[in-house]
């Protein structure tokens, strides 16, 4: 079984400035992915970042990066430059690489970007 | 390529009615899932498709709750006898491969 834990109901950040949240995750798996969501008012779920477990490097996109600490199961996620579009719910996530592979949550922190 | 697809948006039913919700995938997506998410919490597993299979179910699928997806394209999720705790917000999204999803915008389910 998974487990994701975001230990961060709601944090807030002015604009231009840098945010990190966080996430830790449980799993017996040895092939993972890891994820972060953005889900705004409009409740679509999107695609922040994504992270290969067996990858050390750690994903960057734009401006949004995480940091993984694979043996601490740890996998925050690092937005710089912060702007107001980016207010939203964010979800941190893992699935396995196998067959299913269906997404395990967190409970999501939400973010709201001020002036 | 429309994105994933989910109707109606939202529904809201009296308990004790059956309702039906529809997903249509990406096309060449094989992989369809279903999840509930309720206020403040994130996504729950329901189940998961590959073409026209259900090849798992999470014990939160009572047996109230059925899934379909006929001919490996689009796919339904019903609940019978509704009850106030299934108010929700179920999520499809599909995948051609392991870590690769796309969600639709869900349906927003309000029993009253």
């Known amino acids: 079984a998974q487990t994701v834990t975001q230990s961060q109901p709601e944090m807030s950040v002015q604009e231009a400035e840098t945010v990190t949240l966080s996430c830790t995750y449980d799993?017996?798996?040895?092939?993972?992915?890891l994820f972060w969501y953005k889900q705004p008012p409009s409740r679509q779920m999107i695609l922040v970042i994504r992270?290969?477990?067996?990858?050390?490097q750690n994903a960057t996109e734009n401006r949004f990066s995480v940091n993984f600490q694979k043996a601490a199961k740890s996998f925050s996620l690092k937005i710089s430059d912060s702007q107001l579009g980016d207010t939203a719910m964010y979800f941190c996530a893992t699935a396995h690489t196998g067959t299913a592979s269906k997404l395990t949550f967190g409970t999501g922190t939400r973010l709201q970007v001020t002036l | 390529d429309t994105g994933v697809s989910q109707n109606p948006r939202h529904k809201i039913t009296k308990r004790g009615q059956n309702v039906t919700f529809r997903c249509d995938p990406i096309?060449?997506?094989?992989?369809l899932y279903w999840y509930r998410q309720t206020l403040g919490q994130g996504p729950e597993f329901l189940t998961y498709f590959q073409n026209e299979a259900q090849l798992e179910k999470s014990r939160l699928l009572s047996d109230r709750f059925s899934a379909e997806r006929p001919k490996g394209s689009f796919s339904t999720l019903e609940i019978q006898r509704t009850e106030q705790g299934d108010s929700a917000m179920y999520l499809c999204a599909s995948s051609s491969r392991a870590g690769g999803y796309t969600f639709g915008s869900g349906t927003r389910l309000t029993v009253v």
């Open positions: 992270q290969e477990a067996y990858k050390q």
């Open positions: 799993t017996s798996e040895n092939n993972y992915y």
């Open positions: 096309s060449e997506h094989n992989r």
